[in-house]
């Protein structure tokens, strides 16, 4: 079921699923965000799914919410 932007996430890991079941993990956002992994380091978001290269933590953000990065959420280490 397609919510469009009023969908409310629990957490990272349903951001995650809901990306990849519409198809949106892998386009590109309109404009890349700057995360600070939970490992400290910080990381260019380009992609709705991304992941941080230092540490494999996995983050999504949906795409009417890719305007923030308070609106983006961590799925897990190499979350699949």
């Given at each position: 079921m397609h919510e469009g932007c009023s969908g409310s996430f629990q957490d990272g890991k349903q951001i995650v699923e809901k990306l990849r079941m519409m198809g949106f993990s892998n386009q590109t956002m309109p404009i890349p965000l700057f995360i600070t992994c939970e490992c400290g380091k910080t990381?260019?978001?380009?992609t709705f799914e991304d992941r941080?290269?230092?540490?494999?933590m996995v983050y999504g953000v949906t795409p009417c919410h890719a305007f923030d990065p308070i609106n983006v959420m961590a799925a897990g280490i190499n979350y699949k």
């Open positions: 990381f260019e978001m380009v941080c290269e230092n540490c494999g």
